[in-house]
């Protein structure tokens, strides 16, 4: 039995477009800060006798889509650890799954570093980054404590995560929606990429913003950050919105805490805002700043609808298998 923690990540600079679908090699690269909340816990147990995978969420038995998405990853695994054994996983999210709030990434960088132990895979970080991103893009950030840098490559070898190093920075999440989003970041960059005019100039924009926030990072400029974070993050959107048919993530309520942290910094506080395919709107600040962040947004959405976080961990093993 092979038990793996990982915690979801938030992008400062956003990976949204795939140059490789059947890879998943990103358009562009990203750079993110893995939190030290709404961690994902999985468990992966091998099973010689059986002839299906079982795959449980919170206790549930995953139907649909995402058990093909988990059976899909455990055929990966097996072809490279060149076992046919079927796995039971057990996974279990304190994130609301689907919200926008990167539960695919814990979840996927969780049963990466699970699978590899059960399967007998010695992989270090990269191959972990590796192998996880073929789940889900933004996991291959998650295998990383801290901040992380994606580079997009141009294959599977050149496409991984590693740490960067920059100032402390912290994170408060304001809950708008926990609900499930409308449409799945796999279709609506999908789309975006095929229907959007504003596409082509998200990608060139997106570059360019990694090569600023990479010096940002080396200054340990938190207002340079937080600036290219709010900007990337709304480039970001733009681009999803010229879509055909639509997909606005965007709700009113999000819209008006983009204008809170505005407020906050006419204050003098410096807090910056993203937000991911959903309507839940991240704000960035100083480590030390957050929870001053947190109390002074509680003026714009219910106390219990902010989360305050920090850096975490990179996804690890708490369980290996005898
Ligand atoms: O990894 P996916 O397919 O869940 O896509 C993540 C996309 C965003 O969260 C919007 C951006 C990002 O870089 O995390």
Redesign the pocket.
């Known amino acids: 039995m092979s038990t793996a923690v990982a915690h979801p ?3 400062l600079v ?3 477009g795939k140059r490789d679908d059947a890879l998943i090699i990103p358009a562009t690269g ?1 750079l ?1 800060l893995t939190l030290d909340v709404f961690p994902t816990t999985t468990v992966v147990d091998l099973d010689g006798s059986a002839d299906a995978d079982e795959i449980l969420f919170d206790g549930v038995p995953a139907t649909g889509t995402a058990a093909a998405r988990i059976t899909a990853f455990l055929d990966l695994v097996r072809a490279l650890a060149g076992s046919s054994h079927r796995a039971r996983v057990d996974t279990r999210n304190s994130v609301p799954t689907g919200a ?1 709030l ?1 539960s ?2 814990s979840g996927f960088a969780a049963l990466a570093v699970a699978a590899a132990d059960a399967y007998g895979l010695a992989l270090d970080e990269r191959a972990l980054s590796r192998l996880a991103r073929r789940g ?4 291959c950030r998650s295998i990383i404590g801290g901040t992380a840098i994606w580079h997009a490559g141009t294959d599977d070898a050149t496409s991984f995560a590693e740490p960067i190093a920059g100032p402390d920075l912290g994170m408060v999440i304001a809950v708008v929606d926990a609900g499930a989003k409308a449409v799945s ?2 279709e609506a ?1 999908r789309r975006t990429r095929e229907t959007s005019p504003y596409a082509d100039a998200w990608e060139r924009a997106a570059a360019a913003d990694l090569v600023a926030m990479q010096a940002a990072f080396a200054a340990g400029d938190v207002a340079g950050i937080g600036e290219l974070t709010e900007s990337n993050a709304l480039r ?1 959107h733009a681009a999803i919105m010229g879509s055909r048919p639509p997909i606005r993530y965007l709700a009113p309520t999000s819209v008006a805490l983009f204008d809170a942290a505005a407020r906050l910094r006419a204050h003098g506080l410096e807090a910056y805002a993203t937000a ?2 959903g309507p839940n709107v991240v704000f960035v600040c100083a480590a030390a700043d957050v929870d001053i962040v947190r109390d002074a947004l509680t003026a714009d959405i219910a106390t219990g609808r902010l989360i305050a976080a920090h850096a975490g961990p990179g996804a690890h093993l708490v369980e290996a298998s005898a």
Request: charge should be positive.
């Open positions: 990540n938030i992008a956003k990976y949204w990203s993110s926008g990167a695919s990434a889900s893009g933004s996991a970041s796999r960059m970001m991911d395919a």
